[in-house]
């Protein structure tokens, strides 16, 4: 726009010239020579206000439009590895001093899981990794669980917009361990598989309950096996943990994936099963669920349940730590806290 008032013209040029200066855009149009100019509007004579006003509100709207149309200049920089401690270009001599390895320490629940993994080893037992992420069908349809199940709505488990779902169990291994297998029981061997990894439930923190913790899968299948063979295979790595027998109670429960299904709990050592904010009064510790697996589990394995049976079971690590080392809330294993920490080291 062409001003023809002397004063807007030059404040037009100043102001532009300002812009170019300015981090904020928007600062622009709060500019004291811009308030300077409406508050001049008032001191002018009658019958200049008009035509000043005009040009006044002409020249804000050309800093609007300036402001509206701006887009940054982006610097082009040098790709960076955001995981790495420093730039690899700066020298050594120059490079953060880090702690030595030899002053670190595994953490505890690291230490324990390979102790476990280890008796299953002797047992006969593979591990196998779980996933971190993984789809609908795993973690629900091929574990025999019904469209309408809470668990498959995600105030329960945590499920990304893409469909995607952290893992609320390990038990989503179970049909790829159980396909993969198919071969071996054809050649008279066991699918005998233990899962051991991270899972993610959104849960209500407390002494006994985490929303991150690390559970123990297990999967056995053959000819002949049942509930005798589930309830042996547990207690015996159980007494085999703790170096001691424990006190264990199975009850009945509901499972998707197992029929029957069970509750497996230990005695509760805090407490001596009187009842504890521990246990909730109970005077036992829930481990986790077992049962034998489904048939619809194992036809949706592609494997037969007129011929093969097998059990399951799923634990949580962070609890059977717990009870080993009297350890009175999970919480203390994700706090980052030395003083506890140390304590295994």
């Given at each position: 726009m062409?001003?023809?008032?002397s004063?807007?013209r030059?404040?037009s040029?100043?102001?532009r010239k300002?812009f ?10 709060r500019?004291p020579?811009?308030?300077?100019l409406y508050e001049?509007i008032?001191?002018?004579p009658q019958?200049?206000?008009?035509a ?10 050309d ?17 960076i ?6 730039d690899?270009?700066i020298?050594?001599?120059?490079r953060?001093?880090?702690l ?12 324990e899981?390979q102790?476990?993994?280890d ?11 779980s ?5 609908d069908?795993?973690?629900f349809?091929?574990?025999?669980f019904?469209?309408e199940h ?5 105030y329960?488990?945590?499920v990304t ?11 989503t ?8 297998g ?8 066991s699918i005998?598989?233990i899962?051991p990894d991270?899972?993610f439930r959104?849960e209500d923190?407390d002494?006994?309950?985490?929303h991150?913790?690390y ?6 299948v ?6 005798g063979?589930?309830?042996a ?13 424990i006190?264990i109670?199975i009850?009945?429960f509901?499972f998707p994936?197992t029929?029957p299904s069970?509750e497996?709990?230990?005695s509760?050592i ?6 504890c904010?521990?246990?909730s009064y109970?005077g036992w510790?829930?481990?986790g669920?077992c049962?034998?697996?489904?048939p ?9 349940p ?5 059990f399951a079971w799923g ?10 080392y009297n ?10 806290n030395?003083?506890?920490l140390?304590?295994?080291?």
């Amino acid at each position: 726009m062409e001003y023809k008032i002397s004063e807007i013209r030059e404040a037009s040029e100043r102001l532009r010239k300002k812009f170019d200066s300015l981090e904020d855009k928007r600062a622009i149009l709060r500019a004291p020579e811009l308030l300077a100019l409406y508050e001049q509007i008032k001191t002018l004579p009658q019958d200049k206000r008009a035509a000043f006003g005009k040009e006044l509100n002409g020249l804000k709207s050309d800093l609007e439009s300036l402001v509206s149309s701006y887009r940054p200049r982006l610097k082009k920089l040098s790709r960076i590895d955001v995981t790495a401690p420093f730039d690899t270009n700066i020298p050594p001599e120059d490079r953060p001093k880090l702690l030595p390895a030899e002053f670190g320490s595994k953490h505890p629940l690291m230490v324990e899981r390979q102790i476990i993994i280890d008796i299953f080893g002797r047992m006969g037992f593979t591990a196998v990794e779980s996933r971190e992420i993984d789809d609908d069908y795993h973690m629900f349809s091929s574990l025999n669980f019904p469209p309408e199940h809470p668990a498959r709505d995600d105030y329960d488990t945590f499920v990304t917009d893409e469909g995607l779902i952290a893992p609320a169990h390990t038990s989503t291994m179970q049909n790829r361990i159980l396909r993969q297998g198919k071969k071996d029981l054809k050649e008279g061997k066991s699918i005998a598989v233990i899962i051991p990894d991270r899972v993610f439930r959104n849960e209500d923190l407390d002494a006994r309950h985490e929303h991150t913790f690390y559970q123990i899968e297990g999967i056995y299948v053959d000819k002949g096996i049942h509930a005798g063979h589930l309830v042996a295979t547990i207690r015996t790595w159980l007494s085999s943990y703790y170096g001691k027998d424990i006190n264990i109670k199975i009850q009945p429960f509901y499972f998707p994936f197992t029929e029957p299904s069970f509750e497996f709990a230990a005695s509760c050592i805090f407490c001596e099963g009187r009842g504890c904010n521990v246990c909730s009064y109970t005077g036992w510790i829930e481990l986790g669920g077992c049962g034998m697996i489904h048939p619809n589990v194992l036809k949706e394995a592609q494997i037969d349940p007129e011929i093969y049976t097998g059990f399951a079971w799923g634990f949580g690590i962070d609890r059977l730590v717990m009870l080993k080392y009297n350890i009175e809330d999970v919480r203390h294993f994700q706090s980052g806290n030395l003083a506890f920490l140390r304590q295994f080291s």
